[in-house]
C-alpha cells in the first residue's frame, strides 16, 4: 500500500470501509470530508481491454480530482516538473489527489480495471494542459 506520496499537489485519500464478508464491502466518499472538496463531476473508465492502453498525459490548470482503482490494477504516473513517482494502484479504498499542475498517465490496466474519479468541477477543455512542454513552462509561470 502507498505510504509517501513525494510529488507536490498530490496526496492520499483513505474512503470509509465496511467489511461485511460475505455480503460485500461498503466503501464510502464524503464531499469535503474524507473528499477535501464539493464533487461537481464523477466519471468511470471501465472496458480496459488493450494491455498497451496508456491514458492521461495531461495536466490541469485548476480542477482537483481524486482518482481511485476500484477495481483490478493499474500504474499510475505522476510527475509535478520536479520530482516523479510510480504507484501501482491495487487498493479500492485509496484515492490519489490529482491536483492543479500534475502531470499524470495511467497504463498497465488490468482486464478488470476500473477507475473511478472524482472531481471539484466541470469539463472544461480550457482547463487541460495536454503538451508537455507547455506543462513545463506553465509551473514556471504560476
Ligand atoms: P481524456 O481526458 O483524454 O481521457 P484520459 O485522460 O483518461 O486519457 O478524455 C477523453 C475524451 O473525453 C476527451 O475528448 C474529453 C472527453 N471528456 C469529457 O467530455 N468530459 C469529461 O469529464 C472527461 C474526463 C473527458
Redesign the pocket.
Known amino acids: 500500500m502507498i505510504k509517501n506520496i513525494k510529488v507536490k499537489n498530490s496526496g492520499i485519500v483513505k474512503l470509509q470501509f465496511f467489511d461485511d464478508f460475505p455480503d460485500g464491502n461498503l466503501v464510502i466518499g464524503e464531499s469535503e470530508r474524507n473528499i477535501p472538496f464539493k464533487i461537481k ?1 464523477f ?1 468511470f ?1 471501465d472496458y480496459l481491454f488493450n494491455p498497451k492502453a496508456n ?2 498525459f ?1 495536466a490541469h490548470k485548476k480542477t482537483e480530482q481524486i482518482i481511485f482503482c476500484i477495481n483490478g490494477s493499474f500504474e499510475l504516473n505522476l510527475d509535478d516538473g520536479h520530482d516523479k513517482q510510480k504507484i501501482v494502484m491495487t487498493d479500492p479504498h485509496i484515492g490519489i489527489r490529482l491536483g492543479p499542475k500534475l502531470w499524470h498517465t495511467m497504463k498497465k490496466f488490468s482486464r478488470d480495471c476500473v477507475i473511478l474519479v472524482v472531481a471539484n468541477d466541470f ?1 472544461k477543455k480550457s482547463d487541460y494542459i495536454r503538451d508537455y512542454q507547455e506543462f513545463l513552462r506553465y509551473i514556471k509561470t504560476k
Do not use: L, V
Open positions: 463531476r466519471y473508465i491514458r492521461g495531461h469539463y
